[in-house]
């Protein structure tokens, strides 16, 4: 093989190695009775951005936390997860959706394992609504600003004594880890976490592409 040929030859294939090596990801759990907007909002923003080339080395896979890959929604959709819980899979963000029934979640030991397990890994970790509940449960949240579902706020204080719960307040940072209310609201916190591993200018862009000013302009938001 001609010098050129193979520096080029061993360029690409470094190059592609590389870019295979450097795939990151997103997992968002799903299972029966998860609130759509949940999983759906972060999907929308995420997949939006991997379609970008600033964001194209990001991938977003759905989990499922239960015992098959298909689950329903508590509004009825039907998702076909990616993946199971597997040991093997290393996150870089984990975002944690919610049920209106929790406490069958909250005694999953599995489940609760795998947000150990992959939130003493992942850059960020996240959740929406009582998704918070998950994280608490999980040891995340001792010591730390949290807030969950509007309403919801006492019931955390109440269960989790060592949370710096915080009231009225949509979205809440502290450290690495995001949590927010649910609903409409999940489309804020997955842009501002959007926001946490790009810049503001990016997590704009992804606002701009699905119209969400348009319809926070037209409620005088």
Request: net charge neutral; hydrophobic share 45%; charged share 20%.
């Amino acid at each position: 093989m001609k010098p050129l040929v193979l520096f080029l030859f061993i360029t690409g294939t470094f190059l592609t190695t590389n870019s295979q090596a450097e795939s990151l990801k997103i997992g968002i759990l799903v299972f029966d009775g998860v609130l759509t907007s949940d999983v759906t909002a972060p999907i929308e923003v995420f997949g939006a951005a991997t379609k970008k080339s600033w964001f194209s080395n990001y991938e977003v896979l759905t989990i499922s936390a239960g015992t098959k890959k298909r689950v329903k929604t508590e509004e009825g959709l039907h998702i076909l997860a990616d993946m199971m819980m597997e040991k093997n899979i290393k996150l870089d963000v984990l975002i944690v959706p919610s049920a209106y029934e929790m406490k069958p979640l909250l005694a999953n030991k599995k489940l609760i394992t795998f947000i150990k397990v992959q939130g003493h890994y992942v850059k960020w970790l996240a959740s929406n609504c009582s998704g918070a509940f998950l994280l608490a449960e999980a040891g995340f949240l001792n010591g730390k600003k949290a807030t969950t579902w509007f309403g919801g706020e006492k019931e955390l204080a109440s269960q989790y004594s060592e949370i710096n719960v915080q009231y009225d307040q949509n979205v809440v940072i502290d450290e690495n880890i995001i949590t927010s209310n649910g609903g409409v609201v999940s489309y804020q916190s997955a842009l501002i976490l959007l926001e946490q591993l790009t810049s503001a200018k990016f997590s704009r862009e992804i606002s701009d592409s699905i119209q969400l000013p348009r319809l926070l302009n037209s409620q005088g938001l």
